[in-house]
């Protein structure tokens, strides 16, 4: 069935430092792709999205390719900031079907000053 | 982006009493809710997906008679969490999608949920 792969975290950084979060996907059709941020306390935010091979997410400096041929989606940050600690959660939802949202199992980054 | 809200942001009760919940497409007119369940330290498990004026299709393994969803209307959902158990206790989000299947969720800020 259809899944999300995320790396194992938590993924602890210092301030500056370059964020890589790696993310796969197994899908049957032709998937769109986020990923949300989770803070403490709080809801999921979406970050960013991609619908299409070779489209690239950005948003407050984070960024993802879709890439079909290695059914990926991996988010980069050049510069993480401390108020960039959260938990992170690639997701896809399969086309044609009825729109839900398949999670990876988050990964926790930790930026420390 | 468009803002769901959720009502209440946390609440605690007594075992055996029953809990609604609340979640509205502040903006925008939200044709689809899911409800979703979440564990400490663990990713978010879809409990339910509620159309506008029709049942919630429950996902496997989750009691439908133990969590009342009804969706009356394009901006609101409730989830009842009906004679709760310590074991029900968990953060509770919903979200929210304005057309198709494709379009973007927007989620709540989730509802704590603290049953003793």
């Known amino acids: 069935g259809d899944s999300v792969t995320q790396m194992e975290g938590p993924v602890t950084l210092s301030e500056e430092a370059f964020l890589t979060i790696n993310c796969t996907y197994t899908a049957t059709g032709y998937p769109s792709l986020f990923w949300y941020v989770q803070y403490p306390g709080e809801g999921l935010q979406l970050l960013l999205k991609?619908?299409?091979?070779?489209d690239k997410g950005s948003n407050k400096g984070f960024e993802a390719t879709y890439r079909k041929e290695t059914t990926s989606f991996h988010l980069e940050k050049g510069s993480v900031q401390v108020s960039d600690s959260a938990v992170y959660f690639c997701?896809?939802?399969?086309?044609?079907?009825?729109?839900?949202?398949?999670f990876g199992q988050g990964t926790t980054l930790q930026v420390k000053p | 982006g468009a803002v769901v809200s959720q009502h209440p942001s946390w609440v605690i009760c007594k075992s055996g009493t029953s809990v609604k919940i609340e979640c509205r497409s502040l903006d925008f007119q939200a044709t689809t809710m899911f409800w979703y369940r979440q564990f400490p330290k663990q990713s978010l498990m879809l409990m339910a997906t509620?159309?506008?004026?029709?049942?919630?299709?429950?996902e496997q393994g989750v009691e439908k008679d133990k969590f009342l969803i009804n969706h009356a209307s394009l901006t609101l959902s409730t989830l009842t969490v009906t004679s709760a158990h310590p074991e029900d206790s968990s953060f509770y989000i919903c979200s929210a999608r304005a057309a198709g299947p494709q379009e973007t969720q927007y989620f709540g800020p989730g509802t704590r949920l603290l049953v003793l």
């Open positions: 509620s159309n506008e004026g029709s049942k919630a299709t429950y």
């Open positions: 991609a619908t299409k091979a070779d």
């Open positions: 997701a896809l939802i399969v086309s044609g079907n009825t729109g839900k949202l398949i």
